[in-house]
């Protein structure tokens, strides 16, 4: 897969690096942060560390990192069980208890990128989800284009703890599809299933990437589902003239769209605001939410108009169609009714 021509969207200038520059595979680019690489195998002053692409074994010597390359046992597959596979790229699911030393590597290379990450040894109790791409004229040969991370157990129910997506290949929405294996690994849409989402705080950088993607799914959501709209109703009762020039809105309450799309509700809120497709109800005994003071409350009820989640979509130019597909997912996530979903998507694509 071919590099980003901006291979970094980090514009605050690197402090406290032990190592300079990475290569990665046949690939050179600028760290970010300190990684706690072993002083013995890793200078403070490094400029230069040489990271294997498949394993992330790393090295100061070239010589030593080209031998490793010609011999790595992951060159041609990675570890773990592949759990999506679509369009080229895949997902593959890793255990920190059965794969230690490659979690560990994945982990101290990781710091390089990301301000906020503390785990990087006691890797037993996280499972890893790589995202790789493999271009299907030079199939023998894969990518490893980033990862999350994800606590085994979480007490706070959350789907992902840190995601990075390598430098050479942000600015792909590459980001945006490993969220969306990670709410669809939480199992939210299956019976005892947990709605969650990342762990929190976020970062700067992680709240923006977080506030699209919420936005996005619940634009996809409310525009490709059938929806209960009060405007249907009123049209079972009165002529049809009378709700002429009207569009479709949905009136239904933060916790209630959060179970639709799998979202915590505070997340839903955020999105909300963010789009600010939200208009005043008229008073009644579920609440009012008044939009124009920025209130949206998770117990109180939304009144949400389609054609404006329409004109919001257009303007940020969103398709309607999800790029994380059901019917790539494998095993134990794969769709039991995949033609379904498949044609029911397109059809919404093509309008």
């Not at 895949?90 to 990128?113: C, I, P, R």
């Not at 996809?220 to 405007?231: F, V």
């Not at 969103?318 to 997912?329: A, C, H, K, N």
Request: charged share 25%; proline share 5%; glycine share 6%.
């Amino acid at each position: 897969m071919a590099p980003s021509n901006n291979p970094s969207s980090h514009t605050k200038p690197p402090v406290d690096r032990n190592v300079k520059h990475v290569v990665l595979g046949n690939l050179l680019f600028q760290t970010w942060y300190q990684s706690i690489y072993p002083e013995d195998l890793v200078s403070k002053d490094t400029d230069r560390l040489y990271v294997c692409r498949w394993c992330f074994r790393y090295s100061c010597d070239v010589d030593a990192y080209a031998k490793h390359s010609c011999v790595c046992q992951h060159r041609t597959t990675p570890p773990g069980t592949q759990i999506y596979d679509h369009g080229g790229y895949a997902v593959w699911e890793v255990d920190g208890d059965d794969h230690k030393l490659y979690a560990q590597n994945l982990s101290l290379f990781a710091k390089l990128f990301l301000d906020h990450k503390s785990v990087f040894f006691d890797v037993a109790s996280f499972l890893y989800y790589l995202l790789t791409f493999t271009d299907p004229e030079d199939p023998e040969n894969y990518y490893i284009l980033g990862f999350f991370s994800k606590e085994k157990l979480s007490w706070d129910a959350n789907n992902l703890a840190c995601i990075l997506i390598f430098p050479p290949y942000q600015h792909k929405q590459l980001g945006k599809l490993l969220m969306g294996v990670s709410y669809k690994i939480s199992d939210w849409e299956k019976d005892g299933g947990l709605i969650g989402g990342p762990e929190k705080p976020l970062s700067e950088m992680g709240r923006k990437s977080y506030s699209r993607f919420w936005e996005e799914r619940i634009a996809r959501y409310l525009l490709l589902h059938d929806l209960n709209t009060e405007d249907s109703s009123r049209q079972k009762q009165k002529p049809s003239t009378s709700s002429r020039g009207k569009h479709p809105h949905e009136v239904m309450t933060v916790q209630e769209l959060g179970l639709a799309t799998g979202m915590l509700t505070e997340d839903v809120i955020t999105a909300l605001k963010g789009m600010g497709v939200v208009e005043p109800t008229t008073p009644s005994k579920r609440g009012r939410v008044n939009q124009e003071a920025g209130e949206v409350d998770e117990d109180k009820t939304v009144r949400i108009r389609k054609s404006r989640v329409l004109e919001w979509a257009k303007a940020h130019r969103i398709t309607l169609r999800d790029p994380l597909r059901d019917e790539g997912f494998l095993g134990r996530w794969a769709p039991h009714h995949t033609s379904e979903i498949s044609d029911s998507g397109s059809e919404e694509s093509d309008e």
